[in-house]
């Protein structure tokens, strides 16, 4: 019966996504398996070291790679029953910042300098041939916890804080009540206890609309106190996909099982602090074996040969051959 109500409610789903990017010497694959579904009103993060893919992966769901530089080269984008990558423009444009909104990494960055926030929240509506009124603005400024709203709509982005503007890219993604938030590092720039006001405020959002979220961070405790369910990416690979209980409780990848030794000896202060040796493969070491292959303690030979597949075992997904005989049961 679970089974059939979660299928009832999946908002999005993405599968065997993968993205290259052109350099001098040819193009070289950077994302090479990304994979994930959302019910309704769901909240999943993706973590992974720097370089993983996360924002590459994250952003080409609504295609935002720039054909200048890079491509998708194939993959499945399953929204409302269409796949966004054989969408024409046309279609996108009406999904993005309406019915998917991406709060982009250094946010502040994307308002712009030369406008006030009023106007710009505005464009956003008339964008999408939304009725554009003050009291809208500013009733959405209020629910992202904007005190003082009229003064702020009339300012320009350098008059305000970091968190006040990071305050005001979330309204600006939430103007269009989309069904997907798609937030890469919305935490990244603001101080420890506005963290947790961002990240309530988010949940709030995500509760009181029933939007789904993809929230993309380095850190386990923001994935500890958001997230429903998580992905691990490395090496341009989805290498795990479990609940936040699986994942912490009952890690499978080695990966996964390093990560989080080092988050909890860093959150328990230890003199020592535990790091796993060796550093992970940039885009141009990439080899047709397990990317985690060089670092992990539990190798094998089988390991360097090809990449392992992402398998389902019940209802959690990894990839890793020491999971290759595990059988699911239906
Ligand atoms: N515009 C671009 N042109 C060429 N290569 C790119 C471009 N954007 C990203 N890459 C490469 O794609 C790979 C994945 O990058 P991505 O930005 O997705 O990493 P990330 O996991 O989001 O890292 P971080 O945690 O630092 O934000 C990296 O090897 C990066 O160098
Ligand atoms: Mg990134």
Do not use: W
């Not at 010497?25 to 993060?45: P, T, Y």
């Not at 491509?71 to 269409?82: N, Y």
């Not at 959150?267 to 990439?286: K, L, N, R």
């Not at 094998?300 to 090809?306: D, I, K, N, Q, V």
């Amino acid at each position: 019966m679970l089974g059939v109500d979660k299928m009832e409610s999946k908002l999005i789903e993405v599968s065997d996504l993968k993205v290259s990017f052109y350099y001098e010497k040819g193009s070289i694959q950077v994302v090479r398996g990304f994979d994930i579904e959302l019910n309704k009103g769901e909240i999943v993060g993706i973590l992974g070291e720097s370089g993983s893919g996360k924002t590459v992966s994250s952003s080409s769901i609504i295609r935002l790679i720039d054909e200048v530089v890079g491509r998708i080269d194939s993959g499945e984008v399953i929204f409302e029953g269409k796949d966004l990558l054989k969408a024409s423009e046309e279609e996108l444009k009406k999904i993005r910042g309406n019915k998917i909104s991406y709060i982009f990494q250094n946010s502040s960055a994307a308002l712009n300098p030369y406008k006030t926030i009023g106007k710009q929240l505005g464009e956003v509506l008339k964008t999408h041939s939304l009725t554009n009124t003050k009291e809208y603005v500013l009733d959405k400024l209020g629910e992202v916890g904007i005190d003082e709203a009229e003064r702020i709509y009339n300012s320009y982005p350098f008059q305000l804080s970091g968190g006040q503007n990071q305050r005001i890219m979330i309204a600006q993604c939430i103007l269009c009540n989309p069904e997907l938030l798609i937030a890469d590092e919305p935490t990244s720039s603001i101080d420890a206890s506005l963290q947790k006001t961002v990240l309530d405020l988010l949940r709030d959002i995500s509760k009181k609309n029933d939007m789904s979220v993809i929230i993309i961070t380095h850190d386990f405790g923001v994935a500890k106190y958001l997230c429903d369910r998580l992905m691990i990416m490395y090496g341009g690979l989805v290498v795990e996909e479990g609940t936040i209980e699986q994942i912490f409780n009952a890690p499978f990848h080695p990966y996964t099982k390093e990560l989080i030794k080092c988050s909890n000896s860093l959150a328990q202060d230890e003199d020592i602090m535990y790091f796993i040796e060796g550093t992970p493969p940039t885009a141009h070491q990439f080899k047709d074996e397990c990317p985690f292959y060089s670092r992990c303690k539990l190798r094998e030979p089988a390991c360097t040969s090809g990449i392992p597949e992402f398998r389902r075992i019940n209802d959690r997904k990894v990839r890793c051959i020491l999971f290759e005989n595990e059988v699911s049961k239906a």
